[in-house]
Nanobody, 115 residues
Framework: VQLVESGGGLVQPGGSLKLSCAASGSIFSINVMGWYRQAAGKERELVAAISNGAETYYADSVKGRFTISRDNPKNTVYLQMNSLKPEDTADYYC??????????WGKGTLVTVSS
């Protein structure tokens, strides 16, 4: 499974960005996809996840501001980020878990929230 993120960039506080993660390869084996982020000097943390059944999870820090969704025909997962804060600045990584317990990662996309 290959994961390719896009959509990162520089945005002012209060602004919005939409990240995309395109999956290819043995995607039939994937049951959960998600977004993690890692800020400078901090550990990687789970931001949001979505299952094949469209069940979602959000970290408390992004609830009400971020929305994860998936387009199955396009094999793509999105992360809509609204009301961005400087503390949302991080490298954002797409993640996929397969039914046989394998975890896949994208290379990441940088989101910078600054005025």
């Amino acid at each position: 499974v290959q994961l390719v993120e896009s959509g990162g960039g520089l945005v002012q506080p209060g602004g919005s960005l939409k990240l995309s993660c395109a999956a290819s390869g043995s995607i039939f084996s994937i049951n959960v996809m998600g977004w993690y982020r890692q800020a400078a000097g901090k550990e990687r943390e789970l931001v949001a996840a979505i299952s094949n059944g469209a069940e979602t999870y959000y970290a408390d820090s992004v609830k009400g501001r971020f929305t994860i969704s998936r387009d199955n025909p396009k094999n793509t997962v999105y992360l809509q980020m609204n009301s961005l804060k400087p503390e949302d600045t991080a490298d954002y990584y797409c993640n996929a878990h397969s039914q046989d317990g394998i975890t896949y990662w994208g290379k990441g996309t940088l989101v910078t929230v600054s005025s």
